[in-house]
């Protein structure tokens, strides 16, 4: 009975099921004519006259090719017709473009499958570059902000911090800049002031549809995503930082702004979880990115949660990290490359990280003037060190320097890619 529903009047489908019809009635006269066989027995009971006085003479084979092209040209005219109707209602602003959606979506679904894990802004500009090569990528982001709009949510209603993931999610959308902007507005006055519209949705769906997983899904689905977001886990964890003078230090907020060392880092509650599609995608993972992004704010929170360690030193799946290019204030002041490496395995794996992503471009003059007033300096890549961690080292040009000193997305992707498929090829 569906399919009765194809001939309902006004969808302007008839008429070109109709020349599709005859199209293919076309070409299967042709293909008889010309083959010497009957394909279409009454039809062409009637042409026998014209068969048996044409036998044995090239007429007959110009005929039926000429018919055989005519009804391929028909049938061809009619399906474009029927898909340039449809398109017409259900997505009129891409059809001039259709085929290349339908290359580029294509393309994309039989790309790698990237598992990318941390949060923050750093995670996010990854997203951005990488949606451009594969459509098979699960991030995997931290829940451990309690500032800002993220944290007042948190605490006025028992939600985990939307913050890190909207962004994330905003980064894989393939979506208008409109429609972006609307997303990340951020209200000024008022009781909303601070909030962004974006987080207010997800806490609106949250409470819909009463599981904050599935309000992500549901989130993603209305900025067509090219993959997914995942929190790393449902359970309402804080940061817990000793520092080396001895301090505790609890919440991110508060690790963030210490300006201290750190030498340990938990979880609270130390027993959290993660989702059992965080340790699938991992597990089913091409290759694994952490970071970058502040790492022990964003990167390290992760690794602490219960499960993920493991999975990760348990997957042959390439890990790369993303080293990166500025030092952070108190946490990582004076770090090299190498010890952003030895951090991270410290508090995971020894010899988790296969590779590290470095950028060798020189941040510009004012910028470290700037920088530097915050005692904030470029990550010294000390290689010697870095091979004998025994990790290989990708380097080149990333950088996005306008107000600030960033990863640019498109670089950084490119030459992610360009290392996943370096190291598929060697192995």
Known sequence: ?????????????????????????????????????????????????????????????????????????????????????????????????????????????????????????????????????TSNITAIVTVSDDGGSSGRLRGEMGMLPPGDIRNCVLALADTEPLLESLFQYRFKDGALGGHSFGNLLIAAMTGVTGDFQLAIKEFSKVLAVRGRVLPVTTADVRLRAELEDGTV?????????????????ALIPSDAEALPEVLRAIAEADAIVLGPGSLYTSVVPNLLVRGVGEALAATNAPKIYICNVMTQPGETEGFTASQHVSAIERFSSPRLIDSVVVNSARVRPHLLSKYAAANSVPVILDFPRLHQLGVRIATGDLLCQGGVVRHDPDKLARRVMQLVSSIKKSN
């Open 1 to 133: 009975m569906r399919l009765l529903k194809w001939l309902y009047p006004g969808l302007r489908v008839k008429r070109y099921l109709l020349l599709a019809t005859c199209g293919v009635g076309l070409s299967m006269v042709g293909l008889g004519l010309s083959w010497g066989r009957q394909l279409l027995g009454f039809l062409e009971a009637q042409l026998y006259l014209y068969r048996k006085a044409a036998a044995g003479t090239t007429a007959l084979y110009v005929t039926g090719v000429l018919l055989l092209g005519l009804g391929l040209v028909v049938v061809g005219i009619a399906v474009k017709s029927v898909v340039r109707s449809i398109l017409e209602i259900i997505t009129p602003e891409q059809e001039a473009e259709l085929i290349d959606v339908l290359f580029r979506r294509r393309l994309l679904k039989s790309g790698p499958r990237i598992v990318a894990i941390g949060g923050g802004s750093g995670l996010s500009v990854l997203l951005r570059g990488i949606k451009q090569y």
């Open 249 to 265: 230090v609890e919440g991110e907020t508060n690790v963030t702004l210490c300006g201290g060392r750190v030498r340990s880092l």
